[in-house]
T-cell receptor, first 117, second 114 residues
Framework: AQSVTQLGSHVSVSEGALVLLRCNYS??????LFWYVQYPNQGLQLLLK??????LVKGINGFEAEFKKSETSFHLTKPSAHMSDAAEYFC???????????????FGAGTQVVVTP | NAGVTQTPKFRILKIGQSMTLQCTQD?????MYWYRQDPGMGLKLIYY???????DKGEVPNGYNVSRSTTEDFPLRLELAAPSQTSVYFC?????????????FGPGTRLTVT
């Protein structure tokens, strides 16, 4: 079975500062990894995903994440925060085809990002 | 292309009442899911379906039922509502092809049981 841990339920960043959200996973096989964003009173929207290939993946709104197998991590970063980045962010993991968890997604508890002027 | 739609957006139920949360997707996705979201807890999988006529339990299925008679629709039934079912419910769908392995979410249904 897979699991996801997001470090920090709340993160406060200044406008223009680096955004760093941490995600660690546990999985017995190579995982598929995702970051989703949720704006108030809305559903989740995909920011980026890693399935195979290049370990540094770029997503929408200037976000990127790097899959580090040795550290079992998939941290999300953005060089310069905007006020519009204020939202809740979820890391999720799923397992590849051929496993009994194929098609299931495990979500972290979420990190609320506050951006201050 | 509307994506994933959910109705209603809001609902207040009395303890013991029943209701059905509707979910429809127009992307011809084979996989569909129901999650509940509680503050600080992330999303918990209630039920999922890999295609019409096939459903399976997730982490927290007690108190809920589902059916999948068509590819498009995946309703969630609450029988005998309890205050513990107060939550925001999200429906999602996915095609789960190697080129498109992600979930698309509906806008959610906010349910209060009093």
């Amino acid at each position: 079975a897979q699991s996801v841990t997001q470090l920090g339920s709340h993160v406060s960043v200044s406008e223009g500062a680096l955004v760093l959200l941490r995600c660690n996973y546990s999985s017995s096989v190579p995982p598929y990894l995702f970051w989703y964003v949720q704006y108030p009173n809305q559903g989740l929207q995909l920011l980026l995903k890693y399935t195979t290939g290049a370990t540094l993946v770029k997503g929408i709104n200037g976000f990127e994440a790097e899959f580090k197998k040795s550290e079992t991590s998939f941290h999300l970063t953005k060089p310069s925060a905007h006020m519009s980045d204020a939202a809740e962010y979820f890391c999720a993991v799923s397992l590849s085809i051929g496993t009994d968890s194929w098609g299931k997604f495990q979500f972290g508890a979420g990190t609320q990002v506050v951006v201050t002027p | 292309n509307a994506g994933v739609t959910q109705t209603p957006k809001f609902r207040i139920l009395k303890i013991g009442q029943s209701m059905t949360l509707q979910c429809t997707q127009d992307m011809n996705h084979n996989y569909m899911y129901w999650y509940r979201q509680d503050p600080g807890m992330g999303l918990k999988l209630i039920y999922y379906s890999v295609g019409a006529g096939i459903t399976d339990k997730g982490e927290v299925p007690n108190g809920y039922n589902v059916s999948r008679s068509t590819t498009e629709d995946f309703p969630l039934r609450l029988e005998l509502a309890a205050p513990s079912q107060t939550s925001v419910y999200f429906c999602a769908s996915s095609r789960l092809a190697s080129s498109s392995y992600e979930q698309y979410f509906g806008p959610g249904t906010r349910l209060t049981v009093t």
